[in-house]
């Protein structure tokens, strides 16, 4: 649906079919479907141009704003209410400052003033919210009174797209253009070839579109094809080529998200160290005996279906690498407790000896020179002997 805010002799903003009440009437009856509203006025009522923004603002389809000649002052309100907005090479845009035509004592032309200050900021306001540009820049163009050609309004940010008529250019159009001068004869026969085979006619623009749609698919297969996935305790590694160290791995087919850090462990008893999506170490459990296969040779298929093969191939290998994860998590305990178990053995003295301090403390006769000192030849050395000499100095 279109609707045309078109200056007429006797309307402009505000007025006849340019007033927010006609243009209300026209929105009920598009019901939701996508407007096109085409502007050419030099303004109006300001708090007529706030209504039909805001009409255009809450209406619930596409509101597609056209400047086809002139959006000045209130008009160029209405045009900032555009989902997106398009003006002509030729037409120009123009904001000012809020005017009124009013007269009264002194008091009353204070209270004008106080409203055209109000008015201007809220004016300003939608200019921001269109443009991104500051309260400081917006306020300027206004008491400027700017006018803005179509590259000009482009290059502030007050519409989205400058209008142009040239005819976009095909592959009929260039071979025309070199077979204009060739006889009639040959140019009917190239007319009927561009017109029975649509392929000729078609833009570069689409054949790029639609070559590169292929060349998507194609690389999208090849990469299900290279790309490669291990089976870990905690899910699947996405990978190109070998899993090795400084491989790139991934938690998704499409290879876009890297893996969390975190250490895996395959199937096959391999624990793999991952950082920053990458794998830092591998490492291979001693312990572990790789695979003799399975006791039953009875193919999955015959079991499952060759639709479900992988899928149980993929669960057995989870299994068996939380297996390997968790046998050795029980090695690491099994060790702990032989540890304990060692230490529970251990002799009074032993345990002493383990827990003697060498501490010294400050200004103590002890010292680390004394440690090393031989013990004196005349040292009691059994108890009977210490008794002795006790008793021989006690007397």
């Known amino acids: 649906m279109k609707i045309y805010l078109y200056d007429t002799d006797t309307d402009c903003i505000g007025t006849g079919t340019l007033s927010s009440a006609y243009i209300q009437t026209q929105l009920e009856a598009a019901s939701g479907q996508d407007v096109e509203v085409h502007i050419s006025s030099a303004g109006g009522s300001a708090f007529d141009a706030i209504a039909i923004y805001d009409l255009f603002k809450k209406y619930p389809g596409n509101v597609t704003i056209y400047v086809d000649a002139l959006a000045a002052s209130a008009a160029s309100i209405v045009a900032m209410a555009g989902q997106k907005i398009i003006m002509s090479k030729y037409a120009l845009m123009m904001i000012h400052k809020p005017m009124v035509g009013s007269g009264g004592n002194a008091d009353e032309l204070l209270k004008d003033i106080q409203m055209l200050n109000v008015v201007q900021s809220r004016l300003a306001q939608i200019y921001m919210d269109k443009t991104g540009l500051d309260g400081v820049t917006v306020n300027s163009l206004i008491d400027s009174v700017t006018w803005m050609t179509a590259d000009q309004a482009l290059d502030l940010g007050f519409i989205d797209q400058v209008e142009d008529y040239k005819a976009e250019i095909s592959n009929s159009a260039i071979i025309k253009q070199f077979t204009g001068t060739a006889p009639f004869f040959y140019r009917r026969c190239i007319n009927k070839i561009l017109n029975n085979h649509t392929n000729m006619n078609i833009e570069n623009r689409e054949l790029i579109d639609r070559n590169t749609s292929v060349l998507d698919k194609i690389m999208n297969f090849f990469k299900k094809v290279v790309n490669k996935q291990t089976i870990t305790d905690k899910g699947a590694l996405h990978h190109a080529g070998d899993l090795d160290e400084g491989t790139d791995v991934y938690q998704d087919e ?86 304990a178990n060692n230490r529970l053995h251990k002799t009074r003295e032993e345990v002493k000896n383990e827990i003697r301090s060498d501490f010294t403390p400050e200004n103590s ?31």
Request: charge should be positive.
């Open 365 to 395: 006769r002890r010292s680390n020179k004394a440690k090393t000192e031989p013990v004196p030849f005349f040292a009691p050395q059994t108890a009977l002997a210490q008794n002795a000499v006790k008793k021989a100095v006690a007397k």
């Open 254 to 339: 499409d290879m876009t998200t890297p893996a969390p850090d975190d250490c895996y462990t395959t199937s096959s008893g391999q624990k793999l160290s991952v950082a920053s999506g990458r794998v830092q170490r591998v490492t291979t459990d001693p312990d572990v005996e790789p695979d003799a296969g399975d006791d039953d040779d009875t193919p999955i298929e015959a079991l499952f279906g060759s639709k479900k093969k992988t899928e149980v191939q993929n669960r057995v290998k989870a299994i068996k690498a939380k297996l390997h994860a968790q046998n050795a998590l029980l090695a690491e305990a099994k060790a702990a407790l032989e540890a």
